[in-house]
């Protein structure tokens, strides 16, 4: 369906992409990645094998200043990987009924585009990001915008447009009301990056068909013996609106 297609953004930006076959022709499951992160992360790796195994069609993808993909690090945020997502979509054969899982910031994107965009049928959150103002106060609160750099990595700089973008979203508890979609979102009760908290409070905000997994031990990437749970859960909930075998 995705293997050898290009994909860029609405600035030329090519956005690089992983494929994952799967005997489920009407779907396609697209996966992404948090702040600082892209599509080879260790948790979105195994879900994508996990799930085409059993499948579902995945598309990993890097949003654009990430990974493998054009682009500046230091144009990145949520707004822009918005229109990331979308063009993305745009690739996508009206036939296959899309389903998108979100890492941290990648949460918070899926939020935001599934508000507005009903070509996502399902909705997952991975240790989604909701109360964007706090997270960057909380992690950045001492790093200078165009100075500084995110934990130090001096390949991941700070920048005003980053900062902005989430001080002025603010949180995603207004989307969430508006997500007509079903929605997973799964959580580990040890992030210490994204509190368990946000994830809690975007399920309370949603008013649809929706599931809250708290994974005992788990961190803000997960690990090893919590990939096997998102498999399982992720494959019901797909299982569950698209229909088994």
């Given at each position: ?31 992404a ?24 069609p ?67 959150s991975?240790?989604?990001?909701t109360?964007t103002?706090?997270f ?13 750099f ?23 508890l ?32 949603a ?27 992720v ?11």
């Amino acid at each position: 369906m995705m293997t050898d297609c290009e994909i860029r953004n609405r600035s030329g930006e090519r956005i690089d992409h992983s494929f994952h076959p799967g005997f489920r022709a009407d779907a396609l499951v697209i996966l992404a990645h948090g702040v600082t992160g892209n599509k080879d992360r260790p948790q979105l790796v195994a879900l994508a094998e996990g799930l085409s195994a059993r499948g579902w069609p995945c598309l990993r993808i890097s949003y654009a200043g990430n990974g493998g993909s054009e682009g500046r690090f230091e144009d990145s945020c949520i707004t822009k990987e918005v229109g990331d997502l979308q063009a993305v979509m745009d690739m996508v054969p009206d036939t296959a009924r899309i389903a998108y899982v979100g890492h941290s910031m990648g949460g918070a994107v899926g939020v935001l585009t599934a508000a507005r965009d009903l070509r996502i049928r399902l909705l997952v959150s991975l240790a989604g990001m909701t109360h964007t103002a706090d997270f960057v106060r909380r992690e950045f609160a001492d790093v200078t915008p165009g100075q500084g750099f995110m934990w130090e990595d001096e390949n991941c700089p700070l920048s005003e447009t980053y900062v902005n973008d989430l001080l002025q979203i603010g949180s995603t508890l207004a989307a969430a009301e508006a997500v007509t979609q079903p929605w997973l979102l799964i959580h580990g009760d040890a992030d210490d990056l994204v509190p368990i908290q946000d994830g809690r409070d975007a399920f309370e905000a949603a008013l649809v068909e929706k599931k809250f997994l708290a994974i005992p031990g788990a961190g803000h990437s997960f690990d090893e013996t919590s990939h096997p749970q998102l498999v399982d859960a992720v494959d019901e909930w797909l299982s569950a609106a698209f229909g088994g075998n």
